[in-house]
């Protein structure tokens, strides 16, 4: 799974480890449209997209934002150079699953509060996909 490093100047949750990429649609986006515009603005590539769930959270940053979010999680496949937005990937990686799960028990402070809510469907939905 690709997995991006926030950009330590990001408006919250600057540095940490999250999905391959986040944003909202423009007014009058539809979600496909947005989550397509922006993994190409935010990652330099675009692949098919599959909308696989959808989830609600709130979190409360130190800088004095609260998020209350209805996030959509898109699931692709793709296979070639990725090319990030330094002003908005720090940094990136490729780990597997259960690489993922190691490093969320073992550094939990360095993933995003919404990575921890959405992963575990991620993961559950993908190894279902694959048993199927």
């Known amino acids: ?14 540095g940490l480890w999250t999905n391959t990429c986040c944003s909202h649609p423009l ?4 979600i ?5 515009r ?3 603005e935010e990652m330099g590539f675009d692949c ?3 909308v696989i769930f959808n989830f609600t959270y709130r979190a409360e940053f130190e800088n004095g934002l609260t998020e209350n979010e ?3 999680v898109l699931l692709g496949t793709y296979n070639g150079p990725v090319q990030p937005d330094a002003a908005e990937v720090q940094a990136y990686r490729f780990l597997s699953l259960n690489d993922i799960r190691t490093d969320l028990a073992s550094h939990p402070s360095h993933y995003t509060h919404w990575f921890h809510l959405a992963f575990p469907r991620i993961a559950e ?6 048993a199927g």
């Open 1 to 14: 799974m690709l997995l991006q490093q926030r950009a330590a100047d990001k408006y919250h949750s600057g």
């Open 27 to 30: 007014p009058g986006e539809d």
């Open 32 to 36: 496909p449209s947005a989550a397509h």
């Open 38 to 40: 922006r993994l190409s």
């Open 48 to 50: 098919p997209l599959d």
């Open 70 to 72: 209805f996030d959509h």
């Open 125 to 130: 939905f993908i190894e279902a996909r694959r």
